[in-house]
């Protein structure tokens, strides 16, 4: 019996870092060193209250049932607190958070609950590739903006006013954003704002960077009635080191909430209670727990721009978030290629930015999820190399 697959499935390819991982992995076990500083999974583990946390929950005698689709009533008031600390913004724990198994799933179920084949949706570029990906296996199509280096990273909202916008349902946008680590200002917030409203569009704001070296962590919701046309995804994976536990939220108004939940109950049966009441625990850390977290990824980052610069890159300092985002040096290679130099010239795999969009051309993007004292190793390492290519 030959089993077809799906005509939807003709619109997607395997996720890049699928590939390349498997790879790496695969010339790994055949002997080469090769460090990955490709892709964002915190090395770090989350607060030992949050682990110890969990270990007591799963033992519980109730442990182990279905749980709510929505997220435990705790869960979702924890989320709600740490939105007013850490934004200032006030959600409904009741009917203006969602719960979910990471906020990538989030990315689908919006996709799935919102788009019709032949709706339009704006993404950007350079951006996520799962935004585009979960539009076209919605039936939708999506439409890329740009955002470039002489525009500091910010979405040009000239360029977007001259956009037939007619069968477009969504905006995403990712601020901090990835791959760069732009923040945007409260007026920029204010005009996308301001544009969805003129446009009848929703922005989806997809934001699980904004504690990551900043002391000043900004949400769209932070701007007056925004919750009206405007959602937002959040996550723990960098922000508590818990990307393996799948934890993420979706806030919006109660309408959009339980549109997104009528599809959600018909993927998933909730999540394993013990991690959730971990997630509480991981919500409510003081601010020691994010100061000592973003002391070390600004060590990690000094060396990071050292040891990029050594490779001839210009690195721009982001404003958030775990990566460095740099100009390859100018010369015949591109990103693509360049990308593979360092794979096979030193050992280090870091992925060209062409994987975000044809604007990431001339680029690559750096993990900081890499201990300082191994960065500071493979940095000693390169310049050995190049001092014996030199002499």
């Excluded at 740490?82 to 799933?105: A, C, F, M, Q, R």
């Excluded at 390492?381 to 190049?386: A, P, T, W, Y």
């Amino acid at each position: 019996m030959k089993i077809e697959s799906s005509n939807r499935l003709s619109f997607v390819e395997e996720y890049y870092f699928s590939k390349k991982l498997r790879e790496i992995r695969s010339r790994q076990n055949a002997g080469e060193e090769i460090h990955n500083l490709g892709i964002g999974s915190p090395d770090l583990p989350p607060h030992p209250h949050v682990i110890q946390t969990l270990a007591k929950e799963a033992s519980a005698s109730d442990a182990h049932h279905y749980q709510s689709y929505s997220g435990l009533p705790e869960l979702r008031v924890a989320y709600s607190q740490y939105y007013l600390d850490k934004y200032n913004v006030k959600l409904n724990p009741t009917d203006e958070i969602l719960s979910l198994i990471g906020s990538k799933e989030g990315i689908m179920h919006l996709s799935m609950s919102i788009l019709n084949p032949g709706d339009q949706v704006l993404i950007p570029n350079p951006g996520y590739g799962s935004y585009a990906a979960c539009a076209r296996l919605a039936g939708a199509q999506p439409i890329e903006y740009r955002m470039e280096e002489k525009n500091g990273w910010y979405i040009d909202l000239e360029a977007l006013r001259k956009v037939d916008t007619s069968r477009v349902k969504i905006l995403w946008v990712n601020y901090p954003h990835m791959p760069t680590g732009t923040v945007p200002s409260y007026q920029h917030l204010e005009e996308l704002v301001a544009f969805a409203r003129q446009r009848n569009l929703l922005i989806c704001n997809d934001n699980p960077y904004s504690t990551i070296l900043t002391d000043h962590p900004m949400s769209i919701f932070q701007v007056d009635g925004a919750i009206e046309v405007a959602c937002e995804l959040n996550s723990l994976s960098k922000s508590h080191n818990m990307a393996g536990w799948r934890v993420g939220m979706l806030g919006g108004s109660s309408k959009l909430i339980q549109t997104v939940l009528k599809f959600k109950s018909n993927m998933d049966s909730g999540k394993f209670k013990a991690i959730q009441l971990a997630a509480v625990t991981a919500l409510t850390l003081d601010d020691e727990w994010y100061d000592q977290l973003n002391h070390a990824y600004r060590k990690r980052q000094e060396v990071g721009i050292r040891l990029l610069t050594m490779l001839g890159c210009k690195v721009k300092i982001p404003d958030a978030g775990m990566f460095l985002w740099a100009k390859i040096p100018k010369g015949e290679m591109d990103a693509i290629t360049f990308s593979e130099y360092l794979l096979n010239t030193f050992g280090i795999f870091i992925p060209p930015g062409t994987i975000f969009g044809d604007a990431g051309e001339n680029y690559i993007r750096m993990s900081l999820c890499t201990p300082k004292n191994v960065l500071l190793s493979i940095m000693s390492s390169i310049e050995k190399r190049l001092s014996a290519h030199v002499n």
